[in-house]
């Protein structure tokens, strides 16, 4: 790991050196394999932050009762060393020639790959248009928010709001779908990461609206055990 | 515990099929629903994996770590296709 | 050959209690705090009037409803539990009908068990496993009615084996001539599960 950026109180960017890296596509992931001492192991996925061409980085949230999130987000310093696997994904990636126009649906972490997707659309000036609907519970929680800041980008702000704010202040629904998506006859592509109730709920919704059902790929995030 | 999907197993598919699999077509043996991996309901079950048809819930795959070796029960699946 | 594998510099995984007596602790369990939730499929809610509990050997030979079954006497455990992803939690209390108290209402002369749970999930025990004093159905826990994610409104309780033995959301005990392996074990789980000699999985 070389290097640190805190995004949030609860949430920090690693950036990586992996000798050999292959490359990855927008939307990928790796899994992180965590060894103790002692032999003890654990492994968890995460989804790269960085855009291909870029060094390679993943956006950890740090889970009060995790294993590995405490870990990655407190105890790491540049310098240490831990193992990859990957690049890993071949259904929730973007590239390019796929086209669009992009609708991009994120619940908490999910906005990590949805990020990865956004920076490679950038790089590669491609002319497809993305719109981004960024649900987070409040103004801090908002991961890489000076980048994700524009016309192109809609926040809801389900648990608390800052005062004066003007944007969306609940949990997303179909009827907030219908204000921010792109019309089905524009023949959009969609992406939904976030919690899996996040994810259902939002593609249900899009399916609501008339989204083709094989135009919208799905990406749920949780934790691997909990309480 | 709410489930996830196929793309929380892609490594794990990775290296027991040798290759990308959350892209394959997965059809269900008890109700015929198709669906890529990717979008199959996954159960990280504590003692093995689950991965279950969202049509019908039946478990489609089952995969157990035993002694650093994956083992993979398919005997849900009629089919597993890669995608052309 | 795989690689030797990359020591990360200060992970411990989870925190260990340090003040735990290790004779407590089976090889390779770390004691946790936590009561992690894994399952293998959706939560299942049975509604407490539909809810049953049989005992069956092919056709049923005893079964109780919510209410009889909340009528047999039931007594408190306290038990330490290992689960086979190596996690164990110590002193945990609950409160159910010891298993001796169900077998006790019916004749049969069966070496094996197998549980039956909504959702289809089984697992298997040799009947001497589960009585004696050492198996319970159990519907509370910590005081408190048993939530539904960890196998309410009730589930088995078998501390001396591997957590898994102990199936949530239980519905009835079918009798077995023969042992015959349960859902995990048919998977390449132990048959037995003894957490102190470390049965993980077939063949251990």
């Known amino acids: 790991m070389s290097a640190v950026v805190d995004e949030t109180p609860r949430v920090r960017t690693l950036e990586l050196e992996i000798p050999g890296w292959p490359g990855h596509v927008a939307g990928q992931h790796v899994d992180v394999r965590l060894t103790a001492e002692d032999g003890y192991r654990a492994e968890r996925p995460y989804s790269l932050a960085s855009a291909p061409g870029e060094a390679p980085a993943i956006t950890i949230q740090r889970l009060e009762d995790g294993e590995v999130s405490p870990y990655l987000t407190e105890d790491v310093r540049p310098g240490d060393r831990f193992e990859v696997r990957g690049p890993i994904g071949g259904y929730f990636v973007w590239r390019p020639n796929d086209g669009g126009p992009l609708f991009l649906a994120a619940g908490g972490s999910g906005v990590v790959p949805l990020r990865a997707i956004l920076r490679h659309r950038r ?69 939904v990461c976030g919690p899996t109730s996040f994810v259902e709920t939002v593609a249900a919704g899009l399916i609501d609206l008339g989204y083709v059902p094989t135009r919208i790929k799905t990406e749920r995030f949780g934790a691997t055990g909990g309480r | 515990m709410e489930a996830l999907d196929g793309n929380a197993i892609g490594g794990m598919l990775y290296q027991v099929f040798g290759g990308e699999m959350t892209m394959a077509q997965a059809v269900c043996r008890r109700c015929g629903a198709r669906a890529p991996l990717a979008e199959c ?44 | ?58 056709g049923v030979l005893r079964t109780w409803t919510w209410e009889e079954f909340r009528a047999l006497p039931s007594e408190p455990v306290t038990a330490d539990i290992h689960c086979v992803t190596r996690w164990s939690k110590l002193d945990t209390s609950w409160e159910g009908v010891s298993v001796d108290t169900l077998l006790d209402e019916v004749d049969h002369d069966a070496a094996y068990v197998l549980a039956l749970c909504d959702g289809g999930y089984t697992t298997n025990l040799p009947l001497e496993d589960v009585t004696g004093g050492k198996a319970w159905v159990v519907y ?40 015959e392996p349960g859902f995990w074990e048919t998977h390449g789980y132990h048959m037995y599960g003894d957490p102190w000699q470390e049965q993980r999985y077939s063949g251990d």
């Open chain 1, 123 to 191: 790089n590669s000036m491609s002319e497809v248009r993305a719109r981004l609907l960024y649900s987070s519970r409040t103004l801090e929680d908002i991961i890489y928010r000076a980048e994700l800041d524009g016309d192109d980008v809609v926040h809801t702000l389900t648990r608390a709001q800052p005062s004066g704010w003007t944007g969306y202040a609940r949990r997303v629904d179909t009827g907030l779908l219908r204000e921010v998506a792109w019309p089905v006859e524009d023949g959009p592509l969609a992406f």
């Open chain 3, 1 to 58: 050959m795989t690689p030797p594998a990359v020591v990360s510099r200060g992970f411990r995984g989870r925190r260990r209690d340090t003040d735990v007596d290790p004779a407590r602790v089976p090889p390779g369990q770390s004691v946790t705090s936590d009561f992690p939730v894994l399952s293998a499929g959706a939560t299942p809610h049975t509604p407490l009037d539909r809810w049953t509990f049989s005992i069956e050997n092919g």
């Open chain 3, 140 to 179: 509370t826990y910590e005081g408190e009615p048993l939530d539904p994610e960890h196998g309410g409104p009730a589930r088995l309780l078998v501390p001396h084996l591997y957590l898994w033995k102990s199936a949530k959301w239980v519905r009835g005990l079918r009798l077995l001539d023969e042992d």
């Open chain 2, 41 to 84: 309901a996954v159960y990280l079950g504590g003692p093995g994996v689950v991965v279950r048809c969202r049509a019908c819930h039946n478990i489609v795959m089952v995969l157990v770590e035993v002694r650093q070796m994956v083992c993979v029960d398919l005997s849900g699946l009629s089919k597993l296709e890669q995608p052309e």
